[in-house]
């Protein structure tokens, strides 16, 4: 860390399990930090997906130098083999870690961040800037003078559109009273707006999945309720991952549980479905066409992804990559065509920084479009970029992971079971799944399952006024 900046903090933006850990790491080096979270609490996204159980235990899902200041204050850590809800991963860990003396005082709620830029520079000006700190300008017209910026706000705020075109179908925007974003509490919360009605599930990534077993689980138990699932490839192989070849079993049960409901017809699946334009219907329904086939349902859970909003450092000089929108270095290392979460390589600030000094991406945003992120990549970037804050470049430079070799995201495992059993997962063994090398995988080569699976057609629906064409 240069000392022209004298006593200026580093300025973290998000509360959340990286932007956290960000902050144990610069209290255990002794930097001055700032965390700024435009929620009212930390873990504020992470908490909109509560009801959902993740599929790695929560030895995967604590950071190294948070345990360490959450020990020392008597904190008793879970059991590292048990899987934690988005809710438990908030209030047993990042809630009392928030709350330590050494962090509290740092962390600012309902802060949001407008704008980060250099102090009386914008972007085209070269002559300085390595010497002028940053400057964060807040919503409410407060700047922050900060030696360095590390952005962990996430993507949960930006979600992809259905438009299969990347942007917004025709009638999206007038149809957005029938969209859900991803991982609505189906069974919780939100029950009534889809119990005893038809639900189209839009997405093959693990939040479809997990709203999908949410949706059959609820069919099962009103009447009335059914769901479709839409997907732009030709199959689900993709969604239905490794069984039991997982190494994380939990993941390894999501697919197969919802290649059962397929088949058993529970859940209707539409492929090869790539959504052009929404239509509402006079009787308060909407339908959903690719040109060709229309669906017409109750309600739409819009799984489709996030990308990052890169917006509020438009006057800095970013290395972008034009498809991701990640730093570029990083890029080749987190392609989803190339890649599942497991197999995306070990990287930290080197692969992190931009022409910009001092500002960093961390965490989900980091990778841009690409849904190959882990909690665990993102706790090795923050130790790796606040070890290059103090100046141990070896420290920042010596990157390693521990993961399981198929990665580590989440999963609709049932709220009373709490660890997961190599052998048959939550919903007994598969002897007869077909092994593969990754499981709910989000790249598409090397070693996905592929399946051969009998399509079911999209029932019409029986309401009157309105058909489903399958």
């Known amino acids: 860390m240069t000392s022209q900046f004298g006593d200026l903090p580093v300025v973290v933006i998000g509360a959340g399990p990286v932007g956290l850990a960000a902050a144990a790491h610069l209290t255990g080096r002794g930097l001055p930090f700032t965390v700024l979270e435009a929620g009212d609490r930390p873990a504020a996204s992470v908490r909109q997906w509560g009801h959902v159980r993740l599929f790695s235990p929560w030895r995967y899902n604590t950071d190294a130098a948070a345990r360490r200041l959450l020990t020392d ?13 988005g809710a438990q991963l ?36 070269t002559a300085g800037r390595d010497t002028t700190p940053l400057l964060v300008r807040l919503s409410d017209g407060e700047d922050i003078l900060a030696r360095a910026v ?28 029938f969209i859900e974003q991803a991982l609505p509490d189906v069974l919780g919360a939100d029950r009534d707006r889809f119990a005893g009605r038809r639900t189209l599930v839009v997405g093959a990534g693990h939040s479809a999945a997990n709203t999908l077993l949410f949706l059959a689980e609820l069919a099962g138990q009103v009447p009335g309720t059914s769901v479709v699932w839409a997907i732009r ?28 409901h397929v088949e058993a017809g529970t859940i209707e699946l539409v492929t090869g479905f790539s959504i052009q334009a929404l239509t509402t219907t006079e009787h308060g329904r909407v339908t959903v066409s690719d040109g060709t086939r229309d669906i017409t349902a109750d309600r739409i859970v819009s799984a489709t ?111 009373d079971a709490t660890t997961i059993t190599a052998t048959g997962g939550c919903c007994g063994p598969t002897p007869d799944a077909t092994p593969a090398g990754r499981g709910l995988a989000t790249g598409v080569s090397g070693g996905l399952l592929a399946a051969p699976l009998t399509l079911l057609p999209v029932v019409g629906d029986t309401r009157a006024g309105d058909a489903c064409c399958g």
């Open 150 to 177: 590390i952005d962990a706000s996430g993507t949960w705020s930006t979600p992809n559109v259905l438009g299969a075109a990347g942007i917004p179908a025709r009638g999206e925007h007038t149809a957005a009273a």
């Open 305 to 415: 992804g996030f990308r990052p909003d890169h917006a509020i450092a438009s006057e800095l000089r970013l290395d972008l990559d034009p498809i991701l929108g990640s730093a570029r270095a990083l890029a080749p290392l987190i392609d989803p065509n190339e890649h599942s979460c497991g197999t995306v390589p070990p990287h930290g600030v080197d692969e992190l920084a931009h022409p910009e000094p001092g500002f960093y991406a961390v965490g989900v945003k980091s990778y841009g479009r690409a849904p190959t992120f882990l909690l665990a990549t993102g706790y090795e970037q923050a130790r790796s970029v606040v070890a290059a804050l103090a100046g141990d470049w070896d420290a920042a430079r010596d990157v390693q992971l521990d993961l399981p070799e198929t990665g580590v995201c989440s999963s609709d495992v049932p709220l």
């Open 73 to 85: 204050a008597g904190w008793v850590e879970p059991d590292p083999e048990v899987l934690p809800t």
């Open 233 to 260: 490839a030709a199959g689900p192989a993709r969604t239905y991952g490794g069984s039991t070849a997982d190494a994380l079993p939990a993941r390894g049960a999501i697919g197969t549980r919802l290649r059962e």
């Open 90 to 125: 908030a209030d047993e860990y990042l809630q009392p870690l928030a709350d330590l003396p050494a962090l509290k005082p740092h962390v600012r709620y309902g802060t949001r961040v407008q704008a980060v830029t250099r102090l009386g520079l914008d972007r085209l000006r």
